[in-house]
């Protein structure tokens, strides 16, 4: 009597789990656009833009047209950051965004609707930099980090016009239209926030790419390769147990560098020897960028980070030793002022 017992009970079970999981099927969203919307965080939207390749033709459209504009040269290098060594569009992005917060909180009160305007036309102003800064930026990423950058692009353009059109409705008399356009505008920015703050911190974007090296200071000099495996004049990769090394001999002198491209991980040792104001230099074969073989010192970005840079010497038995780089004096005084 117990065995029919136990199946009655495993079959009523069976047929509640199967009666709940036909309810939760109905009440679930059906299509691609519903399971977007019902996406539980927010990155999985983000990273559903990384995947969309509906936004491949205007990436490519609008990305010609700011290499064309922005050639590679001083003026360039400034809207990158190289001459502050970080990137510039994250420390200008923030004006525009606290000028526009500050005007929608202080839109709440009375008595403040010229603070509030004011706010609003110096976060307009603040958005042109910002925004040709981040266009260079964003010029020089990969597809998918693209896809994800035109967005937030997209998104910050939108909230820019609604503070715009906030200003005008306050200059002819109509606050209260200013007030919800601005509302609205900030609603729209922080979401073009979130999409930048994904770009730069879950794609890296900005970031230094590059592996770290100050852990083997400490640890004195290591035997990289015999001087008479390197190519003289030729770019080499080699390895230092994990970390890949980009090596250029000439005659018995070896520059090192760490073979990762600080901007975005790019192989050096695939890049090409230039000169730039009487240095030797290596360009990066993915996006240009142009460190200074003897110390890593970026040239031209889009990097705006130095490059790894390591001492070396040959030893008595004709290996090359390497070492990281000490920090020359001067530099030293820099950082420290």
Same mark, same amino acid.
């Given at each position: 009597m117990r065995q029919p017992h136990g199946r009655l009970?495993?079959? !009523?079970?069976?047929?509640?789990?199967a009666t709940q999981e036909r309810r939760e099927t109905k009440r679930r969203p059906k299509g691609p656009v519903f399971a977007a919307l019902s996406a539980s965080r927010p990155a999985a939207l983000a990273e559903r833009i990384e995947r969309a390749p509906v936004l491949d033709r205007p990436v490519r459209a609008l990305s010609g047209t700011v290499v064309r504009a922005l050639p590679p040269g001083p003026r360039t !290098?400034?809207?990158?950051?190289? +001459?502050?060594?970080? +990137?510039?569009?994250p420390a200008l992005v923030r004006m525009p965004l606290g000028c526009w917060t500050s005007a929608v909180l202080l839109d709440l009160f009375r008595g403040t609707e010229r603070a509030s305007g004011t706010l609003v036309a110096v976060g307009l102003a603040a958005a042109m #930099?910002?925004?040709?800064?981040?266009l260079a930026d964003w010029s020089a990423l990969h597809r998918h980090q693209q896809r994800v950058g035109l967005v937030h692009a997209v998104s910050q353009a939108g909230a820019a016009t609604l503070f715009g059109v906030s200003l005008l409705a306050r200059l002819t008399g109509r606050p209260g239209n200013g007030k919800i356009l601005s509302a609205g505008g900030l609603a729209v920015a922080t979401v073009g926030a979130?999409?930048?703050?994904?770009?730069?911190l879950r794609l890296g974007a900005g970031a230094s790419h590059a592996e770290p090296i100050g852990h083997l200071a400490?640890?004195?000099?290591? !035997?990289?390769? #015999?001087?008479d495996d390197l190519p003289d004049g030729q770019l080499a990769r080699r390895q230092l147990g994990y970390l890949s090394l980009l090596a250029l001999r000439q005659g018995q002198a070896v520059h090192v560098l760490s073979d990762h491209c600080?901007?975005?991980?790019? #192989?050096l040792h695939q890049g090409r020897v230039i000169t730039v104001r009487e240095a030797d230099?290596?360009?990066? +074969?993915w996006h240009g960028s142009t460190f200074r073989l003897s110390d890593g010192a970026v040239m031209h970005g889009p990097a705006t980070a130095r490059q790894p840079a390591f001492e070396s010497r040959i030893s008595d038995v004709g290996w090359v030793q390497v070492r990281p780089a000490r920090a020359s004096r001067a530099a030293r005084r820099r950082a420290a002022g």
């Open positions: 009970v495993r079959r !009523d079970a069976g047929r509640r789990a !290098d400034v809207l990158h950051g190289v +001459p502050f060594g970080q +990137p510039a569009h #930099p910002s925004a040709a800064t981040g979130y999409l930048g703050g994904h770009l730069a400490a640890l004195g000099w290591h !035997d990289l390769c #015999p001087l600080a901007h975005l991980g790019g #192989p230099c290596v360009t990066c +074969p």
